[in-house]
């Protein structure tokens, strides 16, 4: 196509959006193999899923400059990437599901066990840890 056509932009924006998404989802990716390690930082994981949400946040308004048949061609890049973040949020759950049943056994050595036989919580010191 030339330059001066006025399909142009919307090829360079859905070429900037399929590049977008694409980060998006590979920072998404790398967050799920960090979470996979032990130990992980959370920090870390947290950082690199702000800046998949920044990259979604800067696609938004490319993705509104495309006509219909560029949105339909990058359908694909948003399906990967909803699929990354669907696999990182049940990845999620099931960490925080382990560390919960850990406290539960945790609760049940350090305070013995209530009345109806449940896990007593471990007591824990309040505190507030900042990092940085």
């Not at 859905?14 to 996979?36: N, T």
């Not at 400059?65 to 949105?71: A, E, F, N, Y």
Request: charged share 20%; aromatic share 4%; hydrophobic share 40%.
């Amino acid at each position: 196509m030339p330059a001066g056509s006025p399909h142009s932009g919307c090829d360079r924006a859905a070429d900037d959006a399929r590049g977008l998404l694409h980060s998006a989802r590979q920072e998404v990716a790398l967050s799920r193999a960090a979470l996979a390690s032990a130990p992980f930082r959370v920090s870390a994981i947290c950082a690199r899923m702000e800046s998949a949400a920044a990259r979604l946040r800067t696609c938004e308004p490319l993705l509104r400059s495309c006509g219909p048949l560029s949105r339909t061609a990058l359908r694909v890049e948003v399906e990967k990437l909803q699929r990354e973040v669907a696999a990182i949020r049940a990845q999620l759950a099931c960490t925080a599901s382990f560390y919960s049943g850990w406290t539960n056994v945790l609760g049940g050595m350090q305070q013995g066990y209530t009345r109806c036989g449940a896990a007593a919580q471990p007591i824990s010191a309040r505190r507030v840890s900042v990092e940085g």
